[in-house]
């Protein structure tokens, strides 16, 4: 299995606080990316960085922000969290686009009250 | 944005049964995967096959890239298959896997 650890794996906050999601690999793989999965939707893409302090933004943006300082970490913030912000966020990585198979963590619960 | 479309949505099979999964796609693709979500909520790989066919153990896929639509055989089902299988894609022009809606499978002793 592919190394990918999330933190936390559950957070229950309240609405307007800050909340930050980690992800970390032990894989030194280049792409990161975060998705959300919730009901009816699927998975959709979020944020995702090409490389060290690379990032772009993915179908459902707005509210998030990410940074990436070192190659194994890939952080998710909600600078406000609102309750639409309630989901499950699930980080993935790859090694190459020529090959993008994407490996993806445990996830990580959020319910924004 | 590229569509993808899974069929059946729900399936319920006794044990020891057979099933084939279908998933279309509207455009060309760089990448396709098919996941099994277990109950506990973890996304495990079973096929990187954006084209060709493969095989592991009693699961097999076959994709079509010119007929945009892969296919995912369940032989012998097992009660640990349950879960839900999703198709994921990447288009030509991005990084992002698209997920389809997914096929809800239980499997009856």
């Known amino acids: 299995d592919a190394g990918i650890t999330q933190s936390p794996r559950h957070k229950v906050t309240e609405t307007g606080t800050p909340v930050t999601l980690r992800c970390h690999q032990t894989?030194?793989?280049?792409?990161m990316y975060w998705y959300r999965q919730d009901p009816g939707h699927g998975l959709r893409l979020i944020h995702y960085s090409y490389g060290v302090k690379d990032t772009d933004k993915g179908e459902v943006s707005d509210g998030y922000s990410v940074s990436r300082s070192k190659t194994e970490d890939f952080l998710l913030t909600l600078e406000s969290a609102t309750s639409s912000q309630t989901s499950v966020y699930f980080c993935?990585?790859?090694?190459?686009?020529?090959?993008?198979?994407?490996?993806f963590g445990p996830g990580t619960r959020l319910t924004v009250l | 944005g590229i569509q993808v479309e899974q069929s059946p949505p729900d399936l319920i099979l006794q044990e020891g049964a057979n099933s084939t999964l279908r998933c279309n796609f509207s455009d060309s693709v760089n990448n396709l995967q098919w996941f099994h979500q277990n109950p506990w909520g973890q996304l495990i790989n079973l096929f990187y096959?954006?084209?060709g066919t493969k095989q592991n153990g009693r699961l097999s896929a076959t994709t079509v890239a010119t007929e945009r639509y892969s296919l995912l055989y369940i032989s012998s089902s097992q009660t640990t298959d349950s879960g839900v299988y999703f198709c994921?894609?990447?288009?030509?022009?991005?990084?992002?896997?698209?997920f389809g809606k997914g096929t809800s499978l239980l499997v009856t002793p």
């Open positions: 894989e030194n793989h280049r792409y």
């Open positions: 993935a990585i790859s090694e190459s686009l020529a090959s993008n198979e994407q490996f």
């Open positions: 096959i954006p084209s």
């Open positions: 994921a894609v990447e288009a030509n022009s991005g990084y992002a896997l698209n």
